[in-house]
């Protein structure tokens, strides 16, 4: 069974730092492009942080440039999201998503329709 679990969410201060992990079990993660998304309460799911399945080169939005940190680590199967200096605003349900087709950072970012995606990690910001 193809499996991607998140975990490491959890209640955070502003201004604060979170790690998530996105572990996939069933299919090895170094042939896909995995993305970020969150989905806060009310609005749409939208794309945070992607890398990308060829090079390892990455793609931030906006609010995640020079916050947040994606990497992978093949060993582990594993891929993670840094967040650093959160904000309220960050809070919500973050998913991981892989795809096989997809090559590079940019378009997995907007890849809602990833084959395969995890169950969320609910990440709270708030003092």
């Known amino acids: 069974q193809l499996q991607l679990v998140e975990s490491g969410g959890g209640l955070v201060q502003p201004g604060g730092s979170l790690r998530l992990s996105c572990t996939a079990s069933?299919?090895?993660?170094?042939?896909?492009?995995i993305g970020w998304f969150r989905q806060a309460p009310g609005k749409e799911r939208e794309g945070v942080s992607c890398?990308?399945?060829?090079?390892?080169?990455?793609y931030y939005t906006d609010f995640a440039e020079g916050r947040f940190i994606i990497s992978r680590d093949n060993a582990k199967n594993t891929v993670y999201l840094q967040m650093n200096s959160v904000k309220p605003e960050d809070t919500g349900v973050y998913y991981c998503a892989a795809d096989p087709r997809i090559t590079s950072a940019q378009a997995m970012c907007f890849r809602f329709r990833a084959p395969y995606w995890g169950q969320g990690a609910q990440v709270t910001v708030s003092s």
């Open positions: 069933g299919f090895t993660l170094d042939y896909y492009a």
């Open positions: 890398i990308s399945r060829t090079d390892d080169s990455t």
